[in-house]
């Protein structure tokens, strides 16, 4: 008989394979391991170069990791000329923690590129964020939360994109239980922060969503609109919570992607494109 070898589990392999082209570096420093970001570089980028970025939050409700979600997202910012970012948070499953480490860690991580935005060749007034489900309540963190002073962000995102977003997490929301106490899970929706002078947004949401129904996110919306804010959704009949995944619909995939970049084109994040792109 030949020897047994041991290869690594599915999942492992695969997640290495995405990542393959990623830079990772370390942003912050836990009791329990470092939180990663992973960056795609464009393939022409130079270290003197000044870059557009589109930070990315993965879903999973702040449980497990799903750090490899959006690579395909990243990928296609990156061919786009932008620097893109899959950005890893505290999960209970390794950390025992919940939504309000994780916030505080897309924000954490939101400051640091920007403190290193000239080694990492980044223009700071051109960050992005974009984030799903859970993950799309940390991308709206980073830009609805005051700091403790009570003033707006210190670091707001220039934009944000969000794929089937967790809005609400008042006490009616099952992902209330998530938080502490009822107090800091309100203190913390999205729909509960909405004020004027917010960054432009883009939502993609399924009609179909049985994990966050479509109604709250429509509410949210004209909410925001309401407040003279730039926020568009764009909904997806009877697509259902994942629609937008690459590896749920390649279609459904390329039609969100074409809206996101429109929309950042539009607010000045990614260049347009080249007629020979086309």
Known sequence: ???????????????????????????????????????????????????????????????TSMRTQFAPHCNQIASRGAIAVAAETRLFSTHQTGPLEAIDDARSLLLWITVHAEQLGINPTRIAVAGAAGGGLLALSTAMLPDPSGEPPAVPPAAVVLFSPLVDTTPRSPYADRFPDPKSAKAHSPNKLIRKDLPPSIIFHGKADRVIPFDSVNKFARTMTRKRNQCELVDFEKAEHSFFNFNVSEQNFELTMGAADRFLVDHGILDPRGDDEF
């Open 1 to 63: 008989m030949s020897d047994l070898v041991r290869v690594p589990p599915i999942g492992e392999a695969r997640e290495r394979e995405l990542l393959k082209h990623a830079v990772t570096y370390a942003y912050r420093e836990t009791s329990a391991s470092p939180l990663h970001a992973h960056f795609f570089f464009p393939s022409d980028f130079r270290q003197d170069d000044r870059r557009p970025t589109v930070v990315f939050f993965h879903g999973g409700f702040w449980d």
